[in-house]
T-cell receptor, first 114, second 114 residues
């Protein structure tokens, strides 16, 4: 069974650029959440989408945006990249909203901003 | 919002010994508490979870206990093996006006010495 897949696995961007990260949830899962994990810390919640609607947003600036497509895959977009955006970006998939059922994480996208 | 504190930050045990990791949370409305194991270069892997209507849950060498009154929960690993070496994260489900998200602890790096 395919788990949560994220692409790309690694990415290097320059300050001020824009980046798009992609996530495909487990087949049958309708909820996708995005988390940012800075080195040495626990993941921090960015967004949750369920049935293509935003259901929650963490304390991140408006430079961060996301969407969920009819096939339940999702994109995370970050504009005007800062050095501090360097992190592992994780996508989590769940059958319904996080907490109703278990959340399963992908391997992440390692973003480096130089 | 929810705040989760996790201790210790590092833990070194001999193979075969037990390991205990403790977490406290702040929001008494939280009702779902998963534990994740994260190996180097990988995303977090769900290893066990507990809901607020039970006090303890076991799965082979892993157990989790929950004390809702004191707002703390713990992970117990018995008969540790070198492959248990990883970073472990506790989390609590946070709800606010329809939003749901996992709030993570800062992680415990477990080293099992052969």
């Amino acid at each position: 069974d395919a788990g949560v897949t994220q692409s790309p696995t690694h990415l290097i961007k320059t300050r001020g650029q824009h980046v798009t990260l992609r996530c495909s949830p487990i087949s049958g899962h309708k909820s996708v959440s995005w988390y940012q994990q800075v080195l040495g810390q626990g993941p921090q919640f960015i967004f949750q989408y369920y049935e293509k609607e935003e259901r929650g947003r963490g304390n991140f600036p408006d430079r961060f945006s996301a969407r969920q497509f009819p096939n339940y895959s999702s994109e995370l977009n970050v504009n005007a990249l800062l050095l501090g955006d360097s992190a592992l970006y994780l996508c989590a998939s769940s059958l319904r909203g996080a907490g109703n059922t278990e959340a399963f994480f992908g391997q992440g996208t390692r973003l480096t901003v130089v | 919002g929810e705040n989760v504190e996790q201790h210790p930050s590092t833990l070194s045990v001999q193979e075969g010994d037990s390991a205990v990791i403790k977490c406290t949370y702040s929001d008494s409305a939280s009702n779902y508490f998963p534990w994740y194991k994260q190996e180097l270069g990988k995303g977090p892997q769900l290893i066990i979870d507990i809901r607020s209507n039970v006090g303890e849950k076991k799965d082979q060498r892993i157990a989790v206990t929950l004390n809702k009154t004191a707002k703390h929960f713990s992970l117990h690993i018995t008969e540790t093996q070198p492959e248990d070496s990883a970073v472990y994260f506790c989390a609590a489900l946070w709800r606010d006006m329809g939003r749901r998200a996992l709030t993570f602890g800062s992680g415990t790096r477990l080293q099992v010495q052969p």
